[in-house]
DNA sequence: CGGCCTATGTGCGTTAGCCCACGGACGCAC
DNA sequence: GTGCGTCCGTGGGCTAACGCACATAGGCCG
């Protein structure tokens, strides 16, 4: 999955895969929605009312121990889906759904989405691999985070984003960042400050541009490299 | 999901959920197999061959970063399954199966899987959910290793243990330990060694034994408790 | 009983990342 | 512009855990 290029329409990665029948079955249950930067699609113990495709828009799957333990576990962007919990016949989240990179996306209600996943058409199928891949992610990342600087892990995040919005930049606070890598505030700082004096990136005020994306992939661990092959078998 | 009773035959939780009809069916598919302490079953690219239900082993899943960088991602006991890539549609491993408890299990063929996970019975259902609980599991431990001391986790992984096994005594090494939880070896004989001052376990020479289970839980974070509160919702 | 292997205990210097506190800086609103 | 809120940078002290090196200690075997 590599970074879309600006003006080129971008399409959820799963729905793009349906083959054609399943595809046009499935329109009309399908509502585009704008997702808007931090906004909470569901928290832990909700219970879904949508499943979401993203687009060119970002979910942050999130959990969260106590409240100053926040920690992205999966990221979920045009490769995926969020709500998989209805897919695997929970209907409660245990996890926390965040907006992280603004955009659009289409969504479909959880009654749909077990109606279709018990209907036996591709989407079922997919959803399965895409299960795997998520749980790949999780794991690789949790690894990852275990074993990895901050500044590693950073990279391997900003490359992750990057491969699922459109564009070189994005909106980003370094507080944010921090709950998303599981470190403090003035960690990022560091970090960012590190790869930003390499100009691999530049960062001011909430707003980050990727300079040196091959830069990013060196600086970063080869978590990267394992988990976006995983996303690159799924739909091929 | 309770620690068994010595003497109380045990068995596969998943399996023992199945409908009478289902059982009866898959019974013949099934072989009984004996799980050495240290066997591995799987690793990282490698064609999944069978699939594996403990009863009263314990079949652990590693991420491996780097030769030294070793993590437990995964624990898989009596309430699941090993081999869930192969119901995923992903026929390859990404993981390590590692046996790190001995005893029984029940194991069938991939192909078997994915006939019965094609058919429609009540084992790709239950398996649906159990991936929710696994996904659970790696979410919450991802952040527990990411917060918490290595106290605290290694109270976590102990009572986990207890829960999947017959008895209060195993056999563990330290340095296997250090693996599990992403440690030194070093860092484990402290944790250990704290542990058993409370009069909360008993260790010497890779046997341990459990002596006070109400004062691990004490000791524990409350992931453990979420974990497992995940996995008794699953088969009740 | 002596030798050896595995497993455990311990100590010490180093470091990454924590917590806390504050200073500066940009940017929008009025 | 003035003001204020948000965001970013920096410094100092602290702790958990690392890496390395080595000391013990039980267990098996000759």
New binding site residues.
């Given amino acids: 999955m590599s970074p879309a290029k600006k003006d080129e329409p971008v399409m959820n990665r799963l729905l793009a895969a349906l083959p054609k029948k399943d595809r046009q079955r499935l329109l009309p249950e399908l509502e585009p929605v704008a997702l808007i930067f931090g906004d909470i699609l569901f928290e832990p113990g909700d219970r879904h009312q949508h499943v979401y495709f993203p687009d060119d828009s970002i979910i942050s799957l999130l959990a969260a121990v106590e409240d100053?333990e926040l920690l992205e576990v999966g990221m979920v962007g045009r490769e995926g889906m969020a709500g998989l919990a209805v897919f695997l016949g929970v209907n409660e989240s245990r996890s926390r759904g965040l907006v992280q990179g603004a955009g659009s996306a289409m969504r479909m209600t959880a009654a749909t989405l077990r109606r279709e996943a018990a209907g036996g058409g591709a989407l079922p199928k997919l959803l399965l691999r895409y299960t795997h891949s998520l749980l790949t992610q999780i794991s690789q990342s949790a690894a990852c985070n275990r074993f990895?600087?901050?500044?590693a892990?950073l990279a391997r995040w900003l490359l992750m984003t990057h491969d699922r919005i459109v564009g070189d930049e994005f909106r980003?606070?370094?507080?944010?960042?921090s709950h998303m890598l599981?470190?403090?505030?003035?960690?990022v700082?560091?970090?960012?400050?590190a790869l930003?004096k390499q100009q691999l990136i530049s960062?001011?005020?909430?707003?980050?541009k990727i300079l040196d994306r091959a830069g990013l992939e060196a600086a970063s661990c080869k978590c990267y490299a394992v988990i976006k092959a995983e996303y690159d078998n799924l739909t091929e």
Same sequence: chains 1, 2.
């Fill in positions: 100053r990895h600087p901050v500044n892990r980003l606070t370094q507080e944010f960042l599981g470190v403090r505030r003035e960690g700082t560091l970090a960012a400050g930003q960062y001011s005020r909430g707003h980050i």
